[in-house]
């Protein structure tokens, strides 16, 4: 089906996507000793899209939307090949035998993005979100941003979009998840009595969202519950944090500068909330990433303070949601964990002089919650 399909255009069509589709289901779902054996022949079924050059290949497809939507589920198989295969023993010495190949193919996705992208052809928008949506979920399957650490230059410049051009861009759905479960009871998402209650709240619905798949890790009760819009902007933030936590310090703080330049130009607009909520996900993410990398210890002060400012001018405002002030209460308390002794005890006493001077109740109340986590991380 992915090497003798049809020569009717649109039977092949149908015929290559349901080959990925079958792939897909296969690799997830079938024992890893049933398929060790023939691991490599099964690598070598995404070479034809994702290597040489893709100019070239482009130049021979005639439908561009569907071609793009078969690609996006080659991608999805090479995800289920990359959570069954690769992540288990990516930290091995065989593990780049695997990986190599794999990230090839991911590099290959990004030209086809990129070249893509910069040719604006109309009815293409939504496929091709549909196919970056779908790669950068792939190199998140991969759980280590530093194994792809070549591509984080072009990464980021895809990934800063909702922070370059942030009018464009829909308020991500990602804190739901980030947050601390353990404060859920503050809201906005108080648990009901079961799963599928929190989800028929929770459920926004999108036309051209994801359709459920039995072989997920976790099966949504609603099919299409978020756009795909919607979930790109999550993976583009979910990605930014996680290269973030990869870069330099130079590299930090230039990521921050925009981030922040970006929250001090966009108060006036009617998106700004939008733009509040997308920048406490990719920093929550980023400081999450630093934590498991373990690659805090080096930062300088300045970053540290950097975030720290962010977040207090986050909770500063007053038109804030209750998730967006958690985040940042969060934050301050994920940042006391990545930073050393000094610097959080000099963020707690701030916090603590803020308390006894004249203040609004709701920024006193957020202060008295960012001291609670930085308390909670540092048990």
């Known amino acids: 089906m992915l090497n003798g399909f049809s020569r009717n255009p649109v039977a092949a069509i149908a015929e290559r996507e349901a080959g990925w589709l079958l792939l897909a289901s296969l690799l997830a779902s079938m024992p890893k000793e049933e398929l060790e054996d023939q691991v490599f022949d099964v690598l070598l079924l995404w070479a034809s899209p994702f290597t040489g050059n893709p100019e070239s290949y482009l130049s021979h497809i005639q439908d561009w939307a569907s071609e793009l939507r078969v690609l996006s589920v080659a991608i999805e198989a090479l995800t289920a090949f990359i959570r069954s295969f690769v992540s288990p023993i990516i930290a091995t010495a065989n593990g780049g035998i695997l990986l190599n190949p794999v990230l090839a193919y991911l590099g290959g996705a990004l030209s086809l993005i990129s070249s893509l992208s910069t040719k604006q052809l109309p009815n293409l928008k939504s496929a091709l979100n549909l196919f970056t949506t779908r790669t950068l979920m792939a190199y998140q399957s991969l759980s280590n941003p530093v194994v792809y650490q070549s591509e984080h230059e072009q990464m980021l410049q895809l990934c800063s979009s909702p922070f370059s051009d942030p009018s464009g861009w829909e308020e991500s759905s990602c804190l739901k998840f980030l947050l601390d479960k353990r404060d859920a009871s503050l809201g906005p998402w108080i648990p009901g009595r079961d799963s599928f209650e929190d989800e028929l709240r929770a ?88 934590l498991t990398l373990r690659g805090a210890q080096s930062l300088p002060t300045d970053i540290f303070s950097m975030i720290q400012s962010i977040f207090k001018g986050i909770l500063g405002e007053s038109e804030i949601s209750t998730a967006q002030r958690r985040a940042a209460c969060e934050g301050l308390g994920l940042l006391a964990r990545t930073g050393n002794d000094i610097f959080t005890a000099r963020m707690a006493r701030s916090l603590l002089g803020e308390l006894v001077t004249p203040v609004d109740l709701s920024y006193a109340a957020s202060v008295a919650l960012s001291l609670g986590c930085i308390h909670r991380t540092m048990e």
């Not at 001090?264 to 630093?290: D, Q, R």
Request: glycine share 6%; aromatic share 12%.
């Open 203 to 290: 459920f926004d619905g999108g036309v051209d969202g994801f359709l459920p798949c039995v072989w997920d890790d976790e099966i949504s009760n609603f099919p299409q519950p978020e756009s795909v819009s919607k979930m790109l902007v999550n993976q583009m933030l979910l990605c930014y944090g996680s290269i973030f936590a990869c870069q330099d310090n130079t590299a930090k703080i230039r990521l921050l500068n925009n981030i922040d330049q970006c929250l001090k130009a966009g108060k006036k607009y009617s998106w700004y909330m939008f733009l509040v909520s997308n920048a406490c996900v990719a920093l929550l993410s980023g400081l999450k990433e630093l």
